[in-house]
């Protein structure tokens, strides 16, 4: 049986969440997570108009309980939002849904939106990164490779990377010699072998690093818990870590969720507002679900009101000339970067640390593409996706010993945010929104992603890796 990677990422992030349940939706379909039994909704008079409307309509409902209908949490808060229980999520079927229902007939009304599940926003589910580290060869140069630009700290741009934290031993990496921020809460478990997603922060600030030197790098540890967080808590999460520096030129962020929806994540409301008085860009990755449906916050990049403040990022394969098989794409993606195969620094300078995998690779790639991606190599087994009933061997380990290779959308944002960054430098432009729109004004590349020719942007010292095509048999 082929794995079940989605699934697999369910279990790991709701093990990692013992005390919130949580639900796939929509109805049970692979393509977001949410918490069980809760809506929210805008502090004040909106949250008390879906309170009551939800009470009403469960009072008429046979088999729902109009009692379990409680705001929970504090009255008002920085992000804006309520947190409504709306059902005991250990009696079974979600209520949820039928909640959402309840208020559609006020929300056509008011001609806008009242009520919203409450998401997990993640940097794991269905691939995100688009698969699991690899050790580089010895003696492989990172890809991208630093660029020259030197550092001068009365110049420098300031890029705030919101992810899960630093490796203990990211200091032995030269590139990160100006990076601060929050250490990682825990790298390796009770047995010595590396945790699922450590170094996914550690990764990024490398890119960045590489493509932009002449940056000051500050790596938040927002998402350390399996790099996943509900949607009520990520806007105050986004306000922590920009208030612990102030706002910075640029935030890199390679997180996300996608909701059905074209106008975005009600929990984020606030940030969204905030960032957009600030002069802050949001460089946001796009996702690895390979999909067109909108995943925030990066699709706010397609929303009038933040076009010049947020900028979406797909990723290529390894030669750069086509989408890579796991990107999201669409129009509201405004970007594409290389992001598969990405080498760059991860953990075990000083001693080697061993990894375990986790998810298995496929026979063939799960999208329908036809050159030799990520989901089929290199070839591992791994402990999520392997029973004893399926009679698969021992999961495949290896060490890593500082530098890795990589891909996902995750890491195709910071490469775009090192460039807007190093425009920045060069042109000694200090506004990050200007150097946006003068970096996509300048774009003469394109690649094509599902028929479609999209805009480019490529490092000067990032260096294509070929792209292998399967003998087809006759």
């Given at each position: 049986m082929a794995p079940q990677r989605f699934h697999e990422q369910f279990g790991h992030i709701q093990r990692a969440m013992p005390g919130t349940a949580l639900a796939m939706g929509p109805d049970d379909a692979?393509?977001?997570?949410?918490?069980?039994?809760?809506v929210l909704a805008r502090d004040g008079e909106e949250a008390r108009l879906v309170e009551d409307t939800v009470r009403r309509h469960f009072t008429d409902t046979r088999g729902l309980v109009p009692d379990h209908v409680r705001r929970t949490g504090p009255a008002a808060n920085r992000t804006g939002v309520t947190r409504i229980r709306v059902g005991d999520p250990g009696l079974g079927e979600d209520v949820v849904p039928h909640a959402l229902g309840a208020l559609r007939e006020a929300e056509g009304r008011q001609g806008r939106r009242l009520v919203s599940r409450n998401h997990v926003v993640h940097i794991a589910v269905n691939a995100c990164p688009g698969d699991e580290p690899v050790p580089a060869r010895h003696g492989e140069p990172p890809n991208p490779?630093?660029?020259?630009?030197?550092?001068?700290?009365?110049?420098?741009?300031?890029?705030?990377?919101?992810?899960?934290?630093?490796?203990?031993?990211?200091?032995?990496?030269?590139?990160?010699?100006?990076?601060?921020?929050?250490?990682?809460?825990?790298?390796?478990?009770?047995?010595?072998?590396?945790?699922?997603?450590?170094?996914?922060?550690?990764?990024?600030?490398?890119?960045?690093a590489a493509v932009a030197p002449n940056t000051d790098i500050t790596v938040r540890g927002t998402l350390a818990d399996a790099g996943a967080v509900?949607?009520?808590?990520?806007?105050?999460?986004?306000?922590?870590?920009?208030?612990?520096?102030?706002?910075?030129?640029?935030?890199?962020?390679?997180?996300g969720t996608s909701n059905g929806r074209t106008d975005g994540l009600l929990g984020l409301d606030a940030f969204m507002r905030e960032l957009r008085e600030q002069g802050t860009l949001l460089v946001a990755a796009a996702g690895n679900n390979a999909s067109a449906n909108p995943f925030w916050p990066a699709a706010y990049a397609a929303l009038p009101e933040y076009e010049d403040c947020v900028l979406s990022v797909g990723a290529l394969r390894g030669d750069g000339e086509s989408g890579a098989c796991f990107s999201n794409h669409g129009p509201w993606v405004r970007v594409y970067a290389p992001g598969e195969r990405l080498t760059g620094a991860l953990t075990g300078f000083r001693t080697p640390v061993p990894y375990v995998y986790q998810h298995s690779t496929y026979d063939s790639c799960r999208y329908g593409f036809e050159y030799v991606c990520t989901c089929q190599y290199p070839r591992h087994s791994g402990v999520l996706s392997e029973t004893p009933e399926s009679g698969a061997g021992k999961p495949d380990?290896?060490?890593?010993?500082?530098?890795?290779?990589?891909?996902?959308?995750?890491?195709?944002?910071?490469?775009?945010?090192?460039?807007?960054?190093?425009?920045?430098?060069?042109?000694?432009?200090?506004?990050?929104?200007?150097?946006?729109?003068q970096l996509l004004g300048s774009v003469r590349e394109s690649a094509e992603v599902r028929g479609a020719h999209v805009p480019v942007l490529r490092p000067a010292t990032w260096r294509p890796t070929p792209v292998a095509i399967p003998v087809q048999s006759v």
């Amino acid at each position: 049986m082929a794995p079940q990677r989605f699934h697999e990422q369910f279990g790991h992030i709701q093990r990692a969440m013992p005390g919130t349940a949580l639900a796939m939706g929509p109805d049970d379909a692979a393509e977001f997570l949410y918490e069980k039994g809760v809506v929210l909704a805008r502090d004040g008079e909106e949250a008390r108009l879906v309170e009551d409307t939800v009470r009403r309509h469960f009072t008429d409902t046979r088999g729902l309980v109009p009692d379990h209908v409680r705001r929970t949490g504090p009255a008002a808060n920085r992000t804006g939002v309520t947190r409504i229980r709306v059902g005991d999520p250990g009696l079974g079927e979600d209520v949820v849904p039928h909640a959402l229902g309840a208020l559609r007939e006020a929300e056509g009304r008011q001609g806008r939106r009242l009520v919203s599940r409450n998401h997990v926003v993640h940097i794991a589910v269905n691939a995100c990164p688009g698969d699991e580290p690899v050790p580089a060869r010895h003696g492989e140069p990172p890809n991208p490779a630093p660029a020259g630009t030197p550092y001068d700290p009365a110049t420098a741009v300031g890029v705030l990377v919101v992810d899960t934290g630093l490796v203990h031993d990211h200091g032995s990496y030269p590139p990160l010699a100006h990076t601060t921020g929050d250490p990682q809460a825990v790298e390796t478990g009770p047995d010595g072998v590396l945790r699922q997603y450590v170094g996914h922060g550690t990764f990024i600030a490398g890119i960045v690093a590489a493509v932009a030197p002449n940056t000051d790098i500050t790596v938040r540890g927002t998402l350390a818990d399996a790099g996943a967080v509900l949607e009520s808590e990520f806007g105050a999460r986004l306000f922590d870590a920009v208030d612990q520096g102030g706002w910075p030129d640029i935030i890199s962020l390679s997180a996300g969720t996608s909701n059905g929806r074209t106008d975005g994540l009600l929990g984020l409301d606030a940030f969204m507002r905030e960032l957009r008085e600030q002069g802050t860009l949001l460089v946001a990755a796009a996702g690895n679900n390979a999909s067109a449906n909108p995943f925030w916050p990066a699709a706010y990049a397609a929303l009038p009101e933040y076009e010049d403040c947020v900028l979406s990022v797909g990723a290529l394969r390894g030669d750069g000339e086509s989408g890579a098989c796991f990107s999201n794409h669409g129009p509201w993606v405004r970007v594409y970067a290389p992001g598969e195969r990405l080498t760059g620094a991860l953990t075990g300078f000083r001693t080697p640390v061993p990894y375990v995998y986790q998810h298995s690779t496929y026979d063939s790639c799960r999208y329908g593409f036809e050159y030799v991606c990520t989901c089929q190599y290199p070839r591992h087994s791994g402990v999520l996706s392997e029973t004893p009933e399926s009679g698969a061997g021992k999961p495949d380990q290896v060490m890593f010993d500082g530098l890795a290779q990589w891909s996902g959308t995750s890491f195709a944002t910071p490469v775009v945010a090192g460039l807007v960054a190093a425009h920045m430098t060069a042109h000694k432009e200090r506004d990050p929104r200007a150097a946006r729109a003068q970096l996509l004004g300048s774009v003469r590349e394109s690649a094509e992603v599902r028929g479609a020719h999209v805009p480019v942007l490529r490092p000067a010292t990032w260096r294509p890796t070929p792209v292998a095509i399967p003998v087809q048999s006759v």
